[in-house]
């Protein structure tokens, strides 16, 4: 009889979890408006029904006693505010180089590849397809007849880091001298553009904040020859994390005997179906073509993936802690106040409004925490800039966005955190027996 008990309690142990988990991860999915249904169902009937009334007396006498509890209070706030302030900047990170990757590329510009490549690193165009490439249609001109095309590749060389001096991967472009207007985003703000033929390089403004020996003037050492740097160019996407130079000469100085990719700007969106059509039908061109903006969006999808994958799995971790940390802060406030409690049930106040008044308490705390843990992360990390692994081994430049959107998740996370920490000291409070309270408190 007694292990039914035991296993009937942890049944109902086990289902109370369960319900927890399904009811939290349905607030976190909560769209703002449905917040805000909730929020208005839950100010009306607390204003127009008697219980509601009796709640927010209950809770207004539990405000008006958290200055004597200020320091237990304050435990709620701060682990609640470490969550959200952790979690934020997580995702941040994430949105911050998705948003770096998504803004490169456009509409009217194409990347080939080899067939079947996925980047950069691993195609392989051979020389003699380039020309083959010039002819299909669907390319841009210039005022002369000119194809807009650049075909590229891409090298990885050492810098130091600027901030510890640690060595760190930096990407090498070699390019054409259509590539500034195949790209016309790409902007040079500092210096000249390098000249054909000889070792000369551009940096973009991202790489020269992050690494070393990059300003105007310069000369840094690739394959034991020397390369000035003689201008700096802006672009506000990932190409601000490379250094560009002649196609030719990287590829003679590190003996490579084909490109990795061409870009090409398209007669707009017809002239990109009309070439990949054209590539298609060419059995000589075993090549793949997509927009630009449509293959950073790609790259940038398994990092920003597995950035906000790990910002949630440690906020949910760090919420966890802050949960027992409420749990244990509210139960001793009600057990503080077990007279006060009892007393407010001995002159009218029904279960419902005690468990009401230590739940708006509790999530009144948490809001201050999401608040603060908020403010916090917008104030250190929205617009901070780092770097990080891409997909081509090099570091690419982006900074931190701190979005409303983000913002609103925290605050999520923080009421959500309220409502578990809350819930069953609120409980335990209604459970007090009248008598027991008054005798014991």
Do not use: C
């Not at 803004?103 to 980047?119: E, F, P, V, Y």
């Not at 003037?217 to 802006?234: H, R």
């Not at 130079?245 to 003996?255: N, V």
């Amino acid at each position: 009889m007694r292990m039914r008990a035991v296993n009937k309690q942890r049944l109902w142990n086990l289902l109370t979890i369960v319900l927890l988990v399904t009811g939290l991860a349905a607030w976190i999915a909560l769209p703002w408006w449905g917040l805000l249904a909730l929020a208005v169902t839950l100010a009306g009937w607390l204003v127009l029904t008697r219980s509601g009334r009796l709640s927010l007396a209950a809770t207004r006498i539990g405000i008006s006693s958290l200055p004597q509890r200020w320091g237990a209070s304050s435990v709620i706030i701060v682990g609640i505010a470490g969550v959200v302030g952790v979690l934020v900047a997580m995702l941040a990170m994430g949105e911050g180089f998705k948003a770096t990757l998504q803004a490169t590329g456009s509409d009217d510009t194409a990347i080939i590849l080899r067939g079947g490549s996925q980047a950069e690193t691993n195609s392989v165009i051979l020389r003699d397809q380039v020309p083959l490439v010039s002819s299909l249609p669907g390319i841009a001109r210039d005022a002369q007849g000119k194809p807009l095309l650049t075909a590229e590749l891409s090298q990885v060389v050492a810098l130091k880091a600027r901030s510890d001096g640690s060595d760190s991967n930096a990407q090498l472009r070699g390019v054409g001298e259509e590539a500034w207007q195949v790209r016309p985003g790409v902007r040079l703000v500092e210096g000249r553009r390098f000249r054909p033929g000889l070792q000369e390089l551009v940096v973009g403004q991202g790489a020269q904040s992050q690494f070393r020996g990059l300003d105007v003037g310069s000369t840094l050492e690739f394959a034991n020859q020397q390369w000035a740097v003689v201008g700096k160019f802006a672009s506000g996407d990932a190409y601000d994390s490379e250094l560009w130079g002649d196609a030719q000469t990287i590829a003679s100085t590190y003996r490579r005997n084909a490109f990795q990719s061409i870009t090409v700007r398209t007669e707009g969106a017809d002239g990109f179906q009309r070439l990949k059509a054209a590539m298609d039908a060419d059995p000589r061109l075993k090549l793949d073509v997509e927009t630009t903006r449509s293959y950073y969006r790609k790259q940038s999808g398994q990092l920003s993936t597995l950035i906000n994958v790990l910002g949630t799995v440690i906020g949910a971790i760090m919420a966890v802690g802050a949960v027992f940390g409420a749990l244990n802060t509210m139960y001793a406030a009600v057990a503080g106040r077990a007279r006060e409690i009892a007393t407010m049930r001995a002159i009218g106040f029904r279960s419902l409004p005690v468990v009401l008044a230590v739940m708006l308490e509790t999530m009144l705390l948490a809001l201050l925490g999401g608040v603060l843990g908020g403010l916090i992360a917008w104030a250190i990390f929205n617009g901070y800039t780092v770097s990080t692994l891409g997909n081509n081994f090099s570091q690419v430049v982006f900074q931190f966005k701190v979005s409303p959107q983000l913002l609103w998740t925290g605050l999520k996370w923080a009421l959500g955190i309220g409502l578990v920490g809350g819930l069953f000291p609120a409980l335990r409070a209604a459970r007090l027996p009248v008598t027991v309270a008054l005798r014991d408190g």
